[in-house]
């Protein structure tokens, strides 16, 4: 059985910084595209960031340059750094796994977390 698991989420003000870890369980996330998404209350699920099984990292524009995405083989966890957060940040953020052709879109994932909620404000 396949489970992802998110932490990290809480609350920030404007310019803080917060770290999203997935922890997986039931695969190994070195053979997996691991995917950021996030969803805002009364919005669609939108794709932060992802990164394949060959090391590419990949950004959406409101990402770039603020958020980093990395994966820990030894821990089998992903992880979303996330710093000079804005209160446009705001959102549950999900981890999924899968083998996307497009990798920043969330149809194209198999397995998801629960979401953990980020909220920036001041």
């Known amino acids: 059985q396949v489970l992802l698991v998110e932490s990290g989420g809480g609350s920030a003000q404007p310019g803080g910084s917060l770290r999203l870890s997935c922890a997986a369980s039931?695969?190994?996330?070195?053979?997996?595209?691991v995917g950021w998404f996030r969803q805002a209350p009364g919005k669609e699920r939108e794709g932060v960031s992802c990164?394949?099984?060959?090391?590419?990292?990949i950004y959406s524009n409101s990402a770039q340059g603020r958020f980093t995405i990395s994966k820990d083989f030894s821990e089998n966890t992903a992880f979303l750094q996330m710093n000079s957060l804005k209160p446009e940040d705001t959102a549950v953020y999900y981890c999924?796994?899968?083998?996307?052709?497009?990798?920043?879109?969330?149809?194209?994932?198999?397995?998801w977390g629960q979401g953990t909620q980020v909220t920036v404000s001041s």
């Open positions: 999924a796994t899968g083998f996307p052709s497009i990798c920043l879109s969330p149809r194209e994932y198999d397995y």
């Open positions: 039931g695969l190994r996330l070195e053979t997996y595209a």
């Open positions: 990164t394949k099984t060959e090391g590419i990292k």
